[in-house]
């Protein structure tokens, strides 16, 4: 909660310095020597670096690396299941529930990773819960449920599913360490 705290102060503190830095900017500066465009240029360019440092802040504060959990998800190369839902669930707990659309199975088609759930968890072991929905080549729903054990340690942790349907050689969900 405390993390939580500091990171609106310093949003706040960003916020003023966002505010007020161009105006002291535009009145320090010779309106001769540099033109509007250039002036507005430059501050978009300062607010999208701020921008950038303030995303990096917040997911240092709101996810520290001691507890990080981050879980990716990826199709079996070439599997030609239609990937509808899925559901994850740490610890009886749902903690992500992603609906896929065509581009985006298309770019999972394509060797692509989504990270579908970054969260905090405690070290030890926990129970993790993936559960498919799709639909097979002939048409047919496919639903599938498979269960877990992680370990977490006192470092970040990154797990891959890589999901298949049943028609492929590889397994229905298999869980990997990256």
């Known amino acids: 909660m405390l993390s939580q705290v500091k990171f609106k102060s310093v949003c706040w503190m960003l916020f003023a310095v966002l505010v007020v830095a161009p105006m002291v900017v535009f009145a320090g500066q010779d309106k001769a020597s540099q033109g509007l465009d250039e002036q507005v240029q430059e501050t978009k360019s300062d607010v ?13 504060l709101l996810y520290p690396s001691g507890t990080q959990v981050a879980i990716f998800v990826s199709l079996a190369k070439g599997d030609s299941m239609r990937l509808d839902a899925v559901r994850l669930q740490i610890d009886g707990r749902l903690v992500a529930h992603h609906i896929y659309s ?10 692509g990773v989504q990270r579908i759930y ?10 993790l819960e993936v559960l498919v929905d799709g639909k097979l080549e002939s048409g047919t729903d496919y639903t599938r449920t498979e269960r877990f054990t992680v370990h977490k340690e006192v470092k970040p942790k990154m797990v891959g599913l ?9 397994s229905p969900i298999a869980l990997g360490e990256w």
């Open 48 to 60: 999208l670096s701020i921008a950038a440092e303030m995303s990096q802040l917040e997911e240092k």
């Open 102 to 111: 065509a581009k985006e199975l298309e770019a999972l088609r394509k060797g």
């Open 118 to 127: 970054i969260g905090n968890v405690v070290t030890g072991d926990h129970q």
């Open 162 to 170: 890589t999901l298949a349907g049943p028609g492929s050689s590889n």
